[in-house]
């Protein structure tokens, strides 16, 4: 199967999935806002290594964010929620707009306590989630790592 038509049939699964849950509009991007943007981290006139973030259409996709200094699970966790919602609000979205979040731990007996500091971070109605432990930690030393997809409404 080729690329194009590849594509096609995958927007045309994404478009029936999210329209089962109210979201078909997001799947298909606007003409004008078709094109992939990205909020590259440059250091150094290095070639980007990758994106802060990235929008497509109605949705922005926000890399994952560590904690990297000493202190607790608490406190990787609301330094990681705050520099999520940093670069969310950069992109013009907010955490109440979070669809999916993925948790990466270094230690799954943090669960716990992180799950104390990222209740109700996203509003009442919360996105789905996934969490899972790392094999040999989070990069950074950091014990936690979270990303998200978000969408962006437009005016």
Do not use: W
Not at 8 to 20: I, N
Not at 21 to 26: K, N, V
Not at 55 to 69: N, S
Not at 135 to 155: F, Q, T
Request: charged share 25%; with cysteine.
């Amino acid at each position: 199967m080729q690329a194009e038509p590849r594509r096609s049939v995958f927007r045309k699964m994404l478009a029936t999935a999210l329209g089962m849950t109210g979201l078909s509009a997001m799947a298909t991007p606007s003409s004008e806002s078709s094109e992939k943007k990205c909020n590259n981290i440059v250091r150094d006139q290095e070639i980007p290594l990758f994106s802060g973030s990235t929008t497509f259409g109605d949705l922005v996709f926000i890399a994952g964010k560590g904690a990297h200094f000493e202190g607790d699970i608490k406190a990787h966790t609301d330094h990681v929620l705050k520099e999520l919602e940093k670069e969310l609000i950069k992109a013009g979205s907010s955490m109440e707009k979070v669809l999916k979040v993925n948790v990466y731990l270094a230690d799954l007996g943090d669960y716990k306590a992180m799950n104390e500091v990222f209740r109700g971070r996203f509003g009442p109605n919360p996105p789905v989630r996934t969490t899972v432990a790392t094999y040999g930690g989070v990069p950074g030393n950091s014990l936690v790592e979270i990303d998200c997809i978000a969408y962006i409404k437009k005016p």
